[in-house]
Nanobody, 120 residues
Framework: EVHLEESGGGSVPAAGSLRLSCAAS?????????MGWFRQAPGKERERVAS???????WYSDTVKGRFTISQDNAKNTLYLQMDSLQPEDTAMYYC?????????????WGHGTQVTVSS
């Protein structure tokens, strides 16, 4: 079993920055393939904003490309999301996810989320 715990959310004004962290514990060997950050705003579907493969390759949604940076510290079993130039439309609950043995996001492990609120 794997446990993911997010932290680092909060309230910031537009153009501000936040750094989210996701600490993984348990049988972390099964989640070594790909991890990612998702977000869900009220009334909207959950969307992937960034993900990273074990070889370091990254993917970003067009809405955050150039503003967000995903990284991981394998020694600490921690995933990060540096968010710069935040805008009110970035307001959402942010979730960390880790694929089980290179499977799909549907069957991934999920954290409980951390709230990000950006004021105009």
């Amino acid at each position: 079993e794997v446990h993911l715990e997010e932290s680092g959310g909060g309230s910031v004004p537009a153009a501000g920055s936040l750094r989210l962290s996701c600490a993984a514990s348990g049988d972390t060997n099964v989640i070594s393939c790909r991890m990612g950050w998702f977000r869900q705003a009220p009334g909207k579907e959950r969307e992937r904003v960034a993900s990273i493969l074990s070889n370091g390759d990254t993917w970003y949604s067009d809405t955050v490309k150039g503003r967000f940076t995903i990284s991981q510290d394998n020694a600490k079993n921690t995933l990060y999301l540096q968010m710069d130039s935040l805008q009110p439309e970035d307001t959402a609950m942010y979730y960390c996810a880790a694929q089980r043995s290179c499977g799909t996001w549907v069957s991934a492990y999920w954290g409980h989320g951390t709230q990000v609120t950006v004021s105009s």
